[in-house]
């Protein structure tokens, strides 16, 4: 990577003003060398940069006595460097084989091909820690001259997890709210699925993931009485298989 003050677009003023670059191409080569570092390995506690802590950085190598975070931002935008964004990635140890392309395969294909009438699928998994802040008092509807006003004071109603089974064909959901999650729980919803679908569903595909609760003990007891109901579950790391989840960031 080339430092040179030609180069560092909008940390100098323009020519033919007599006034010398504020920051010298050393300062923005430390600029990126931090930006492309992880803060603990340089001793600070902290999950990310931004350019106020990069600023601080700066400051605290010696580098400068003083920058500002804003001075920091340009040089990072030349550099189309932005270390407070995130993107996930997973290992190359996690194995991507024939056999995780054949589980991903039995899903798509029970995903698209053409049911007959005496099944369905569903898709199925839990949102944890919903905390329910009901107003003290009724949101008012917009009005000319008034935009929608909410209460600003709300109650705490503790935390709820919300189970809920998407179905593929149809987009109905099943759900259920539960103080805990656990087998019992899960067994309580699944208990629901069975009361609401109509016995004239002989089969019932749930599609949902490899977590303990849901192969434990009680839920394996569970489905050994309730033959019509048939678990398939994606392969580990793959999620994203399950269609419940885009609803879940819909309602999110």
């Known amino acids: 990577m080339q430092f040179n003050e030609m180069r560092l677009e909008g940390l100098m003023d323009r020519p033919g003003r007599g006034r010398k670059p504020v920051f010298s191409p050393l300062v923005a080569m430390n600029v990126v060398k931090i930006a492309c570092e992880r803060p603990d390995q340089i001793g600070r506690s902290l999950s990310q940069w931004d350019c106020r802590e ?3 950085q700066l400051v605290r190598d010696g580098v400068v006595e003083k920058i500002s975070p804003e001075s920091v931002r340009k040089i990072l935008r030349h550099h189309r460097l932005k270390p407070w964004r995130q993107k996930m990635w997973l290992s190359a140890k996690v194995p991507r084989d ?3 392309a054949n589980q991903v395969q039995q899903i798509c294909e029970l995903y698209t091909r ?3 009438d005496n099944q369905i699928v569903l898709c199925l998994d839990e949102m944890t820690n919903l905390q329910p802040r009901p107003r003290k008092s009724p949101t008012l509807a917009s009005r000319p ?3 929608t006003r909410v209460e ?3 109650s705490r109603c503790g935390a709820l997890n919300l189970f809920a089974a998407f179905g593929t064909r ?3 959901v099943y759900e259920m709210t539960a103080e805990r999650k656990r087998q019992q729980e899960l067994v309580a919803f699944l208990e629901q699925l069975d009361r609401e679908i109509p016995a004239s569903k002989t089969k019932v595909y749930i599609v949902l993931d490899n977590v303990r609760m849901h192969k434990g003990k009680e839920v394996q007891a569970w ?3 309730h033959p019509r109901f048939v678990f398939v579950h994606p392969p580990v790391h793959c ?3 399950n269609q419940v989840e885009q609803w879940f960031g819909i309602l999110k």
Do not use: D, N
């Open 114 to 116: 053409t049911l007959t």
């Open 145 to 147: 001259g008034f935009p």
């Open 54 to 56: 990069i600023a601080r």
């Open 239 to 241: 999620s994203w298989m």
């Open 223 to 225: 489905l050994s009485k």
């Open 98 to 100: 024939a056999a995780f």
């Open 152 to 154: 600003h004071e709300y």
């Open 170 to 172: 149809t987009g109905k």
